[in-house]
């Protein structure tokens, strides 16, 4: 199996926000370096799936901006979240298109 199927058949977004759920349980102290893993592993697996053939999604973009972000500056997690989810929600409902 190759690796376009691999990523469209299995759910990899969703294997990774349980795995960041577990350690965030497991080590709290843990939960700033965590989310910014959990989102940059989202947006590469955005890009990755542009690299062979999909659309850019934008959901991607913001999800890997958002992880940098917090890496950088882990003070900044609750803001960057936040404007995440609502940026994401309004893509979502359709209010935000790009």
Known sequence: M??????????LPAIA????GLVVLLVPRA????????LILVGAF???RYFYGSP??????IALVAGVLVLIKP????????????????????????
């Open 46 to 48: 955005g890009l990755l």
């Open 31 to 38: 939960l700033n370096y965590t989310v910014a893993a959990y």
């Open 75 to 98: 003070e900044v997690l609750s803001y960057v979240v936040g404007v995440y989810l609502i940026l994401i929600g309004l893509l979502q409902a359709g209010v935000l298109r790009f």
């Open 2 to 11: 190759d690796l376009v199927n691999t990523i469209q058949q299995w759910p």
């Open 56 to 61: 850019v999604s934008t959901q991607s973009v």
């Open 17 to 20: 926000a349980m795995i960041a």
